[in-house]
């Protein structure tokens, strides 16, 4: 019973293409994420939906759009695929919240969406 | 703008050694600062610190926060193979949001 769970897991696509990546948490949490990893391994985040309002939207070029239609689910679309955006796509969630930290701040991850664009 | 700096970058030992991983951090009203460990895919939870001088303990693995000189290291002990995986160091910062920033991660290998 996976707490969080993305698909696809690979996705390979040609440049130019446009994708999407979906996520879903069974874990109740209020505040869900993507993060991207790159070749060297860094962990970077890209945004953070807090129950389906976007809280965080880090340097990401605007042909990235995540939705969030109900708190448990966040998807990634991509348009226009480029090569650099080859990387591992990982969603995550917590329970930190808006309405005063009350919270670890420890993120939960979902297994990662590889994507290779050729 | 913050920081998260993590050493060594790679590290490969002998099982039974100990290894100690470093994690220097400037982080914007500071919070916590957790520990994750990646194997193949998706990193796991291992530590959540927040105050000073505290050591955290799990088996082998234990880590510690040093907030005025703003660092924490991680400590394993006895190393197997199965701790060969990348270590990642993430600060909490000012936000209620939960943002992590993470460090590049150390790379440990142990050999046989």
């Known amino acids: 019973d996976t707490a969080v769970s993305q698909t696809p897991k690979y996705l390979v696509t040609q440049m130019g293409n446009d994708k999407s990546i979906k996520c879903e948490q069974n874990?109740?949490?209020?505040?869900m994420y993507w993060y991207k990893q790159d070749s060297k391994k860094f962990l970077k985040i890209m945004f953070s939906?807090?129950?389906?309002?976007?809280?965080i939207n880090e340097t990401v070029p605007n042909r990235f759009s995540p939705k969030s239609p109900d708190k448990a689910h966040l998807n990634l679309h991509i348009n226009s695929l480029e090569l650099g955006d080859s990387a591992v796509y990982f969603c995550a969630s917590s329970q930190a919240g808006l309405a005063g930290f009350r919270v670890t701040g420890e993120l939960f991850f979902g297994e990662g969406s590889r994507l290779t664009v050729l | 703008e913050d920081k998260v700096v993590q050493s060594p970058l790679s590290l490969v030992v002998h099982e039974g050694d100990t290894v100690t991983l470093n994690c220097s951090y400037e982080?914007?009203?500071?919070?916590?600062l957790l520990w994750y460990k990646q194997e193949k895919k998706a990193p796991t939870f291992l530590f959540m610190l927040?105050?000073?001088?505290i050591e955290k303990k799990s088996g082998r693995l234990s880590s510690i926060l040093d907030k005025k000189e703003l660092f924490s290291i991680l400590n394993i002990t006895a190393t197997q193979t199965g701790d060969s995986a990348i270590y990642l160091c993430?600060?909490?910062?000012?936000?209620?949001?939960?943002?992590?920033?993470f460090g590049q991660g150390t790379t440990l290998q142990v050999k046989p």
């Open positions: 939906y807090n129950n389906k309002e976007l809280i």
């Open positions: 927040t105050s000073s001088g």
């Open positions: 874990l109740g949490h209020d505040t």
């Open positions: 993430a600060p909490h910062g000012s936000s209620n949001t939960g943002k992590l920033i």
């Open positions: 982080v914007t009203n500071f919070r916590s």
